[in-house]
């Protein structure tokens, strides 16, 4: 009787399992993470102060990527003197006349600060060169030209993190929609959002020459997915706290002081205006 025949087998041996989808997390998880980063934050905080240190975030991504959530995430425990957001308006006329970059360099941190920009130079690859802001030779001149700028900023000692947050098509509709049927929302629904989800794959090629000109050694792009908008969050702030190299400075037991005592001081009988408790 014939040997039966052996199936042929690959060189390059058996696929990989796709990816598991994770489960939703649970919202006493994703705060308890965010708890405990939240106190790396402030450590952060502290050794920027003690340190003189400079840091500067940029956060890029198409509209409804969730930019804004992550940012405030990143925020809401520290002091705003030590992180500042800026999130610059439209340029101006006289802005316009300026080197492109030029009216953002003022707000680059000095010692002791981290900035954060929600958007960035790099509007001038996205958004200005998608909706015909500029010409696509400036847009071409800009991917060229930043990077020569990004050397002297971190040349400079500035620490420079670059965060591209990536939402899928059907997702971005959804959280679109969602602020259109929420009067909370409203304000984060602009007539310029409105023309450029029409125009996903010219923004897909837009950021594709971004990346291709600007992800560098010295300053890399990071891409976040944000489908999972909790998830995001921690991935991001784990990933930056890991990127400085931070240690948390001495600090001394804090103590309470004695009050002082009233020395005859007496609550007066002014008519104060208190707020009418309804809760």
Known sequence: ?????????????????????????????????????????????????????????????????GKGGTIKAITERVSPRVFRVIALPAPTEREKSQMYVQRYLPHLPAAGEIVIFDRSWYNRAGVERVMGFCTDEQARKFVK?????????????????????????????????????????LWKLSPMDLKSYSRWYDYSRARDEMFAATDTGFAPWFVVRSDDKKRARLNLITHLLARIPYKEP?????KLPKRQK???YREPAYPFKYVEERF
């Open 1 to 65: 009787m014939a040997a039966k025949a052996k199936k042929p087998t690959s060189k390059a041996g058996p696929r990989p399992a796709p990816p598991a989808v994770p489960g939703k997390l649970k919202r006493k998880d994703y705060e308890a993470e965010l708890e405990r980063l939240h106190i790396e934050l402030v450590k952060l905080q502290r050794w920027v102060q003690a340190t003189g240190a400079k840091v500067c975030i940029v956060f890029e991504g198409r509209d409804g990527a």
């Open 262 to 264: 009233p020395h005859g």
């Open 145 to 185: 030209a930043v990077p020569l700028v990004e050397q002297a900023i971190v040349d400079s000692g500035i620490i420079l993190l670059k965060y591209w947050l990536e939402v899928s098509p059907d997702e971005q509709t959804r959280r679109l929609k969602a602020r259109i049927d929420d009067g909370r929302k």
């Open 250 to 254: 001495p600090r001394e037991k804090i």
